[in-house]
T-cell receptor, first 116, second 116 residues
Framework: KNQVEQSPQSLIILEGKNCTLQCNYTVSPFSNLRWYKQDTGRGPVSLTIMTFSENTKSNGRYTATLDADTKQSSLHITASQLSDSASYICVVTLLLSTSGTYKYIFGTGTRLKVLA | GAVVSQHPSRVICKSGTSVKIECRSLDFQATTMFWYRQFPKKSLMLMATSNEGSKATYEQGVEKDKFLINHASLTLSTLTVTSAHPEDSSFYIC????????????FGQGTRLTVV
């Protein structure tokens, strides 16, 4: 069954601290994996996209890793800021056919709260 | 980056009335648009996939007569919630996939629907 699981479900950290969010997936065949940030009451915004051959990708204070063998990804946030408080969603793209049909499998998200 | 505009951002309607939500890709052509529903503290749930010029494909359990989707052009898709009930109150989000080989999909800002 194609699933994406994220942990922890929620996380509270102090401003300036680092944190790591986890994403495990059982999606196959795998096309790519994206991390999104979703502020409350807003649509998700893409942070990074990882393809099968990529291990690490950074976007400012966000660093995503991917281990395609163990089917795990992580999102590391460095020097957290109050504005990082949001839900972080891991989305894996499932390749349905060679003709380019895709389906997005969403994780349940991690709710991050950064406190001053 | 590509922009997807969703309108309205908030709407309150009376039970029994219909509400239309628009999703527009502002600077790209979107052959495929997706409609999601999100419950509080939950991840996005795919309702339907619409391709320009053809009928939408609804996910299991989603009533197509209740949630009418029209994708009349490469830049516009609409979701109409017909005969709305309080249980239809939710956060609705659209996303649009860039025309071509890319799997990238950009999200709208979401619409908070409240049925009273």
């Amino acid at each position: 069954k194609n699933q994406v699981e994220q942990s922890p479900q929620s996380l509270i950290i102090l401003e300036g601290k680092n944190c790591t969010l986890q994403c495990n997936y059982t999606v196959s065949p795998f096309s790519n994996l994206r991390w999104y940030k979703q502020d409350t009451g807003r649509g998700p915004v893409s942070l990074t996209i990882m393809t099968f051959s990529e291990n690490t990708k950074s976007n400012g204070r966000y660093t995503a890793t991917l281990d395609a063998d163990t089917k795990q990804s992580s999102l590391h946030i460095t020097a957290s800021q109050l504005s990082d408080s949001a839900s972080y969603i891991c989305v894996v793209t499932l390749l349905l056919s060679t003709s380019g049909t895709y389906k997005y499998i969403f994780g349940t998200g991690t709710r991050l709260k950064v406190l001053a | 980056g590509a922009v997807v505009s969703q309108h309205p951002s908030r709407v309150i309607c009376k039970s029994g009335t219909s509400v239309k939500i628009e999703c527009r890709s502002l600077d790209f052509q979107a052959t495929t648009m997706f409609w999601y529903r999100q419950f509080p503290k939950k991840s996005l749930m795919l309702m339907a996939t619409s391709n320009e010029g053809s009928k939408a494909t609804y996910e299991q359990g989603v009533e197509k007569d209740k949630f009418l989707i029209n994708h009349a052009s490469l830049t516009l898709s609409t979701l109409t919630v017909t005969s709305a009930h309080p249980e239809d109150s939710s956060f609705y989000i659209c996303s649009a996939r860039v025309r071509g080989a890319s799997t990238e999909a950009f999200f709208g800002q979401g619409t908070r629907l409240t049925v009273v």
